[in-house]
């Protein structure tokens, strides 16, 4: 069969199709009609109306066949040179980055609306600037005045950042393509950027692709470090499309409480280091400070005698920080109905270690009300709190305070026995430093250079016995 002439009816000229769809805001599914609720995500009203182009069967066939260029393949153990690293002047910043910006990268940071976000990249900005760096920073929320007022609320009014206020890409990219590009651009934030080669409002799930496409693009063919703030859903997630996550190099999420001092800049992904770093400040009236102690933040005041406390050295990458679990038992009349409640660590895992608690030593908490407490306001996600935890439950059912100078750590299993966690030594370091001078732990962990008096558990129910001095 002949390929249709560009006047034979059915031939569109090499044009693409528009076609109207319609693209949920908060998980990015498409659908080809407007409905209330989105049939992945079970949102209310996140369908917006796009126009996208496709392409015609006749169109893919002629225009996916030649035409490209060769690419160089080359080898697994082909030699690379580490990429270069800029020091933001901000050492906790350049902890969870790895080391510091990466020229030609770029990430995402996300975090809750005046948690911080660009008050951190602002002194960041302004650090570099004073070190020499040309530092371009865009903001699509704010005036150019009333960044520069924060500015100089924090003390970095005479930093020789260029400032601008704008939303169009197209507009920035042209800008900053003239002369030498930027060592580092920040754009605050990404759902207010607009592309003009799509159609579509700023913050749609088109436009945020688009724009997030074309300054990353800016940033690998420039060498510019480019820096997005992301706005986020009302449960803390990235809001926009999640391959907005997928096109960047690092994701770095700042988490926090407002009635709280301390902020903590924890990386969810990064291609140049490892996810398993945060950094630790304090909002005060000049900005954000680092924290070189986070230890010191959230162990409160504790005197002897306090029942349903207990010390627990958490591991944040590399960084042991020892934080305080409190816990409440209060036991109800017969008939009502018990409540557990949990800030700052996960309920189903409270569940599970009040079930092995029952089930395995015999302790009763079905007529009880149970409260667990992380002090600070920091949240634990290290498995190794399970022993910590249970401590702190014991004591507060049986009146027995934990000794004050001892830290708990160590992972429970369902059978009740006591598993031994990683980096024991390091946990055990940092306790050593703060004056710490007993510990009770797994039975499996060993170490001679802490100084501490250790005592091992291979069982939930031995340690339950030496909790109750059984």
Request: charged letters at 20%.
């Amino acid at each position: 069969m002949s390929v249709p002439l560009p006047f034979q009816i059915g031939y569109d000229g090499g044009m693409a199709k528009l076609q109207k769809r319609y693209v949920c805001q908060a998980c990015g599914s498409v659908s080809h009609r407007w409905q209330g609720q989105c049939a992945d995500c079970a949102e209310w009203n996140t369908l917006v109306e796009e126009v996208a182009a496709t392409v015609t069967p006749f169109q893919a066939k002629h225009n996916l066949q030649g035409g490209g260029r060769t690419m160089t393949l080359v080898g697994l153990d082909a030699e690379i040179a580490l990429p270069e690293r800029m020091a933001s002047g901000i050492a906790e910043l350049d902890r969870a980055l790895g080391g510091g910006f990466v020229e030609g990268s770029a990430t995402l940071i996300g975090g809750d609306p005046g948690i911080g976000k660009s008050t951190l990249l602002l002194q960041a900005a302004a650090k570099m600037a004073l070190a020499g760096l040309r530092v371009a920073y865009v903001s699509g929320e704010e005036a150019a005045d009333q960044v520069r007022l924060r500015a100089r609320r924090l003390g970095l009014g005479h930093a020789p950042v260029q400032l601008a206020a704008a939303t169009s890409t197209r507009d920035i990219l042209t800008t900053l393509g003239q002369g030498q590009p930027p060592a580092l651009l920040v754009i605050d934030s990404i759902q207010t950027m607009h592309s003009d080669l799509i159609e579509g409002a700023p913050g749609t799930v088109s436009q945020v692709r688009a724009s997030a496409q074309e300054l990353i693009r800016f940033a690998k063919e420039r060498g510019t470090a480019v820096v997005l703030v992301g706005h986020v859903t009302k449960d803390g997630s990235i809001a926009g499309p999640r391959v907005l996550e997928h096109m960047v190099d690092t994701v770095l999420s700042f988490e926090g409480e407002r009635s709280h001092q301390y902020r903590i800049l924890r990386a969810i992904k990064n291609r140049f280091g490892g996810t398993d770093e945060i950094g630790v400040f304090a909002m005060v009236a000049e900005g954000l400070t680092e924290v070189g102690n986070p230890s010191a933040l959230f162990l409160t005041q504790r005197d002897e005698g306090v029942t349903g406390t207990t010390v627990f050295p958490a591991l944040e990458g590399t960084r042991p920080v020892l934080v305080e679990i409190q816990a409440l038992v209060v036991r109800l009349a017969s008939g009502a109905t018990p409540r557990r409640a949990v800030v700052g660590w996960d309920s189903g895992r409270l569940a599970m270690v009040l079930a092995v608690l029952e089930a395995r030593c015999g302790l009763s908490f079905s007529t009880s009300e149970v409260y667990l407490n992380i002090a600070g306001g920091y949240r634990v996600q290290d498995p190794a709190a399970d022993l910590a935890v249970a401590a702190a439950l014991i004591s507060a059912l049986s009146e027995r305070p934990v000794p004050a100078d001892a830290v708990v750590f160590g992972e429970l299993a369902l059978s009740g026995e006591v598993r031994p966690v990683a980096h024991g030594a390091l946990r055990l370091k940092e306790a050593g430093k703060l004056g710490f001078e007993r510990a009770l732990l797994p039975a499996a962990v060993q170490d001679d250079k802490s100084g501490l008096k250790l005592t091992g558990f291979r069982t939930l129910g031995s340690f339950v016995e030496h909790m109750l001095g059984r």
